[in-house]
């Protein structure tokens, strides 16, 4: 099973300030994707933004950007100008491509300050 | 519907007792998950379905749970005998695709706590 790993339990941002979540995985796979989704105390997942492991160009929807270095498995969401909306937690997942699982990471939890 | 509808939304259980999770995905979507969130963690995959086909249960962590999906819409989660482990969140997804290129669409799950 691949292993999603999102070392920062915390982050905390200044309302119109950046934050930038740290995420790195484990697979021996050469194509698959990998996502990064928002879930707030509604609990629903949202699916904030997604990046297929074949193209290189790094993925932006409007104030999310990801930063994915496929050598060294890393994918790195930023929030630009954080709204108060923001807050959730935000998770990594990872899904093989002929795989139809998600793997999820731990989480990181984002609060933003008025 | 126009998303994934989960009852009920909080439920509590004594040791022991047996609880059923119900899961409407939205309408048409060939493929539903099962995942299991505990506190503070990302979640687990459970269990998926492709139509009323079970596939994959290979994430039910005993015996005693149990999920169908008979004519390959709603979806029940079936927990006997809980125990105080069982206690999480309990999400469904579905998805059009086999292969979700674009991820899932999720409920808002179910809390259990089982006391």
């Known amino acids: 099973a691949q292993t999603v790993t999102q070392s920062q339990p915390e982050m905390s941002v200044q309302e119109a300030e950046t934050v930038t979540l740290s995420c790195t995985y484990d697979?021996?796979?050469?194509?698959?994707?990998l996502f990064w989704y928002k879930q707030p105390p509604s609990r629903q997942m949202i699916l904030v933004i997604r990046?297929?492991?074949?193209?290189?160009q790094n993925a932006t929807e409007n104030r999310f950007s990801v930063n994915f270095q496929k050598a060294a498995k890393s994918f790195s969401l930023k929030i630009s100008d954080s709204q108060l909306g923001d807050a959730a937690m935000y998770f990594c997942?990872?899904?093989?491509?002929?795989?139809?699982?998600?793997?999820f990471g731990a989480g990181t939890t984002v609060t933003v300050r008025a | 519907g126009a998303g994934v509808s989960q009852s009920p939304r909080y439920k509590v259980a004594k040791r022991g007792q047996d609880v059923a999770l119900r899961c409407d995905p939205i309408?048409?979507?060939?493929?539903l998950f099962w995942y299991q969130q505990a506190l503070g963690q990302g979640p687990e995959f459970l269990t998926y379905?492709?139509?009323?086909?079970?596939?994959?249960k290979s994430g039910l962590p005993s015996d005693r749970f149990f999920a169908e999906r008979p004519e390959g819409s709603v979806s029940t989660l079936k927990i006997q005998r809980t125990q105080q482990e069982d206690s999480a969140v309990y999400l469904c997804?579905?998805?059009?695709?086999?292969?979700?290129?674009?991820?899932?669409?999720f409920g808002s799950g179910t809390r259990l706590t089982v006391v």
């Open positions: 997804a579905s998805s059009s695709q086999i292969y979700p290129n674009y991820g899932y669409t």
């Open positions: 697979t021996s796979e050469s194509d698959y994707y």
């Open positions: 990046q297929e492991a074949y193209k290189q």
């Open positions: 997942a990872y899904r093989d491509t002929n795989d139809y699982k998600l793997s």
């Open positions: 309408s048409g979507h060939v493929s």
């Open positions: 379905f492709q139509n009323e086909a079970q596939l994959d």
